[in-house]
């Protein structure tokens, strides 16, 4: 009977695997070096969908990997905190900074993306991962960063 309920039961794995030695990652040192990683990890769909990704980083700032946490539409994407930190827990991050893009080509940020990402600061700031900034990328106009305006 014991093992007829085990069989019932999915396993849960939580990996994340390297071959980059820690001296050979990026270093995040400005919201500049941020905004250049972020846009070399972008395809021509800058111009097209607003996309969501997350950097996340060591305790030097260097860069444990980025991932895309969500594709939407010309105008919104949503973005699930959980998800966020699932990301986050798994690569044992100790920070984290999110970038999406405006294809609208403009650089302001929406009231939407302000409360996200006072959402995941705030998120973070419970698990012990900081948020460090969130980038607003378009294809090419620069970028805003949300920690050098002051609104995170």
């Known amino acids: 009977m014991k093992n007829l309920f085990l069989s019932n039961v999915a ?4 990996t994340y695997i390297t071959k ?8 995040i040192t400005s919201s500049k070096d941020v905004a250049e990683i972020f846009r070399n990890s972008w395809d021509h769909t800058i111009e097209y969908t607003e996309t969501v990704k997350l950097i996340l980083l060591n305790r030097a700032n260097r860069v444990l990997g980025i991932t895309t946490l969500s594709t939407g539409g010309t105008t919104g ?27 609208s080509g403009n650089l302001k940020a929406s009231q939407a993306d302000i409360t996200i990402t006072k959402k995941v600061r705030e998120a973070g700031e419970f698990l012990d991962i900081k948020l460090l900034d969130h980038i607003i990328l378009t294809a090419y106009d620069g970028y805003t960063s949300m920690a050098d305006e002051g609104i995170l």
């Open 20 to 27: 980059v030695k820690a001296t050979d990652r990026p270093q």
């Open 77 to 103: 994407c949503i973005v699930d905190v959980k998800i966020v930190f699932q990301y986050a827990l798994k690569a044992n991050a100790s920070s984290c900074i999110l970038a999406h893009c405006h294809p």
């Open 11 to 14: 396993e849960v794995q939580l």
